[in-house]
């Protein structure tokens, strides 16, 4: 079963990052900040973990949540099923509306449940019309809640608006799994509530600039074109502060179209073989996460007020410890990369409190006396080196050590949305 969990809204002007575990699932990722490099797993001994700033998208096994400091999140947080409800610490998020279960025995005795948390309803399949009274009387209890499409739903060739005529009596604060084309243009730009969206854009369609949607914060976008996006797509939405862009058809991508984002915190680069104006990245100074492939000289970067950033394959220990020098305040360091091999600069991080290493580790002494980590993450090999796993344990007794591996990428319904070449170019870069 897939699931979306959204915990929706705006983003806070100095975010905390905090560790959130999971029972009930095998793994967790962040699209949001890590792009779908890695995966945080169950290491038989403890329950997967994650780091997470407020409103990340977050895989976790086959389904996604976003996390929200609004929901009453636990240090350990179970998730479970009933049917096609799904539930977190026992609240009920997401509601799946599939061809092969009958939900209106649930949706008739909706009024005696608690819908407080509810975030999202889960479209595997058109509704059936008989679902629509009660989806009205849904939207009167949370006028809000978010659209995850899935499937056949978001071929280009479905008629989605449709169906989603029905669902303008909601108000969605996201939609996933929308195939944005010329014709579809009117129905996106009737969801002003929108906070989280993801969209396909083809090449056909994206000349047109994205249309205003005023509360718009985080946006996916999966880009299959040749050319790239016009320099003006993002103009009539100014105020979007996460950002990540994945590259299916295109190879290039041109800094100059995010020029309009001046509220730019979070940005993310995945799946492109070049990156052109590159040091125009330096006139987004709100910038706190960092995320780009083909990134060959992090040496142009220069952000004063950068708390996180994953170093991508290309990056060459020189650019690594010279970065490092350069970005004192960093608080997460992601290490997607062998050619870094010397840790020992971390230590000169004095606000480090999360630390992954998702390729070889062979300086564990430089590790070892970073006392300050509140989150490592390390390959789950090394978990099984039982000498090594209690030396960190002594050095690190404040410390959640988490397991890592390989590619975070969801279910298969979801590579319509993160082409499968994301994977393979992955995987080739790792030498897995």
């Excluded at 890590?34 to 001994?45: A, H, K, R, V, Y």
């Excluded at 490092?324 to 480090?352: A, G, M, Q, W, Y």
């Amino acid at each position: 079963m897939s699931l979306y969990l959204m915990m929706a809204g705006g983003c806070s002007s100095k975010d905390t990052y905090n560790a959130v575990e999971f029972t009930g699932t095998k793994y967790i990722g962040n699209y949001s900040r890590l792009g779908f490099w890695n995966q945080f797993i169950d290491d038989s001994l403890k329950s997967p973990a994650i780091l997470c700033g407020k409103n990340d998208l977050l895989v976790c096994d086959d389904f996604f949540m976003v996390y929200h400091h609004e929901f009453p999140w636990q240090q350990k947080n179970n998730l479970s099923y009933n049917d096609s409800v799904a539930l977190i610490n026992e609240n009920i998020v997401s509601v799946h509306i599939t061809s092969e279960v009958d939900l209106i025995p649930w949706f008739k005795s909706m009024d005696k449940k608690d819908l407080s948390h509810l975030q999202n309803i889960y479209l595997a399949s058109e509704p059936k019309a008989e679902y629509y009274p009660y989806l009205e009387k849904l939207s009167a209890i949370r006028p809000d809640v978010g659209l995850i499409l899935t499937e056949d739903l978001i071929d280009p060739e479905y008629p989605t608006e449709d169906y989603l005529d029905h669902f303008k009596i909601l108000n969605p604060r996201y939609l996933i799994g929308f195939y944005y084309s010329a014709g579809k243009k009117q129905l996106l730009e009737k969801f002003k509530n929108l906070e989280l969206l993801w969209i396909m854009v083809t090449q056909e369609e994206h000349t047109e600039p994205l249309p205003a949607l005023p509360k718009l914060k985080q946006l996916f976008l999966t880009l299959s074109t040749e050319e790239g996006l016009p320099d003006d797509f993002f103009i009539h939405n100014r105020q979007i502060e996460k950002l990540i862009i994945i590259g299916a058809d295109s190879r290039e991508f041109d800094f100059k179209c995010i020029r309009h984002l001046k509220k730019l915190k979070v940005f993310s680069v995945l799946n492109m073989d070049s990156l052109i104006n590159f040091q125009l990245i330096n006139n987004h100074p709100h910038l706190e996460s960092l995320n780009l492939c083909q990134c060959h000289n992090t040496g142009q970067i220069n952000l004063a007020h950068l708390r996180w950033i994953t170093f991508p394959p290309e990056v060459t220990q020189e650019q690594f410890d010279n970065f490092l020098n350069t970005h004192p305040r960093l608080e997460v360091v992601e290490i997607n990369n062998r050619n870094i091999t010397d840790l020992h600069h971390l230590s000169d991080l004095h606000k480090l409190k999360g630390l992954v290493v998702a390729d070889t580790v062979t300086d564990f002494a430089s590790i070892k006396s970073l006392n300050h980590l509140a989150f490592f993450s390390l390959p789950a090999y090394y978990l099984s080196n039982t000498s090594l796993m209690t030396e960190l344990h002594q050095a690190l007794p404040d410390t959640r050590v988490v397991a890592n591996e390989g590619l975070c990428m969801g279910s298969g319904w979801l590579l319509l949305l993160v082409p499968i070449i994301l994977a393979f170019r992955m995987i080739d870069k790792f030498n897995f």
